[in-house]
């Protein structure tokens, strides 16, 4: 008999990351695949929806501007209930570690489905940081029956924590299957055909809540001085619809030439950016995935990263939030060649492009045991 397996998503970091699997549960003739959308991103969740063009089976249409973690929490698992009393599916599989994953992972284990989690193991250790995704992500692999672990760090954090080894897969993060679709080398975009050819490109994401506010005006601060004085460069931010974020992103960046506020990109879009890019700078954690993959040096906007592989492999810097120490990055980057070869050519730790493929043959042989 076919197996149910659901997958639940919300935000546009989630969706982009779980299209391959919802692809290959669609192309594999032994699952019935149901798709379940919170809507805890609107806009954002949209357009990558029409990208992969996949339609949901259900959206919960949750998203309200500005809501807090309790609202997106409760609505989520009121939501979800019904759905999962009607299609009782054989496995439930959530992504990452907003709060759709933490809720959806809760409402599954209170109607006892199985839960498999994609990108599982990922930790600073530190509950404040990423605030709440850290906690999201440890509340998530505690009710979780398969850790989809993307690198074997991130297995190694699993074990630690007395998960049982037998099931935990590494399979590489989704992530990079998704870049095989999405890059063209013959790429072009308005924004783009705006900069001159001889102008370097710095593609510049922040939305973390912990970052919100003074942090944030920080890094923007120090980013303006920098591309001031230099009219060869020129910064394109693709700014997080979050109105906390749109609002101090707009008063410091506001009629500076070189800094292009622009909406948020679709993914294809963002990944041809990224890879037309000099360097990126963000505090976003699918980025700091994808950079290696493009060759392209990253300065992380934060204190602490759950990806640690890509600062090992050279690709990453974490730079913090305090201008000075973000302006001495972006200057080093920009005048010393040996640093920046150094970081572009570090090599991708997260895998090779056939995650997904992996995650659906683990739920079929975790489905056909005698588990329950
Ligand atoms: C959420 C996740 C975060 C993830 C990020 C990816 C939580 C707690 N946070 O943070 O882990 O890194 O998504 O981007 O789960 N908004 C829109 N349209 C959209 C999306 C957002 O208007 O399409 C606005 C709304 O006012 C919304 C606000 O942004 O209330 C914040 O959205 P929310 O999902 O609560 O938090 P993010 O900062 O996006
Ligand atoms: N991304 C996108 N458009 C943008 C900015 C980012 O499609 O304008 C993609 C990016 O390539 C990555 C994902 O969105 O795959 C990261 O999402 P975000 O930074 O919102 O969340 P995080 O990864 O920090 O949870």
């Not at 959308?37 to 929806?49: A, F, I, S």
């Not at 493929?357 to 042989?365: G, L, T, W, Y």
Request: include cysteine; charge should be negative.
């Amino acid at each position: 008999m076919k197996k149910k397996i659901m997958t639940v998503f919300g935000t546009r970091p989630e969706a982009i990351k779980m299209a391959p699997v919802v692809k290959q549960l669609i192309a594999d003739e032994q699952t019935t695949p149901i798709t379940v959308v919170t809507g805890q991103h609107r806009e954002m969740l949209q357009q990558v929806l029409d990208i992969f063009q996949i339609k949901p089976d259900y959206d919960l249409a949750i998203m309200e501007k500005n809501q807090s973690l309790e609202q997106i929490t409760s609505k989520v698992l009121l939501g979800l209930a019904p759905i999962l009393e009607r299609e009782r599916p054989d496995l439930v599989l959530v992504h990452g570690d907003t709060t759709t994953t933490m809720a959806a992972s809760l409402s599954a284990f209170y109607h006892h489905i199985p839960i498999g989690h994609v990108e599982a193991g990922l930790r600073t250790w530190n509950l404040e940081s990423p605030f709440p995704e850290e906690a999201n992500r440890q509340i998530t692999d505690d009710l979780t029956s398969l850790y989809f672990a993307p690198t074997d760090l991130s297995r190694q954090n699993l074990l630690q924590e007395h998960h049982p080894a037998d099931r935990i897969f590494v399979t590489g993060n989704t992530a990079i299957d998704v870049l095989k679709y999405t890059v063209n080398h013959e790429y072009h975009h308005q924004v783009l055909d705006q900069i001159p050819a001889d102008h370097r490109i710095i593609l510049l994401t922040m939305h973390r809540r912990e970052n919100q506010g003074t942090p944030m005006a920080n890094v923007f601060q120090a980013i303006r001085e920098v591309v001031q004085a230099d009219p060869k460069l020129d910064v394109i931010y693709p700014v997080h619809l979050s109105p906390k974020v749109q609002k101090v992103a707009h008063q410091i960046f506001e009629g500076v030439p070189n800094v292009h506020l622009i909406d948020p990109l679709d993914v294809v879009d963002f990944h041809n950016l990224a890879a037309r890019s000099y360097f990126i700078m963000t505090d976003s954690g699918g980025v700091q995935e994808e950079a290696p993959s493009l060759n392209k040096p990253v300065l992380v906007l934060r204190d602490t990263t759950e990806r640690p592989e890509g600062v090992k492999a050279g690709t990453l810097k974490l730079v913090g939030t305090q201008k000075d120490e973000v302006q001495q990055a972006m200057l080093a980057l920009l005048n010393d060649d040996q640093q920046y070869q150094q970081m572009a050519k570090a090599k991708n730790p997260y895998g090779d492009g056939h995650a997904a493929e992996r995650i659906v043959e683990h739920c079929k042989e975790f489905l056909t045991q005698d588990i329950m």
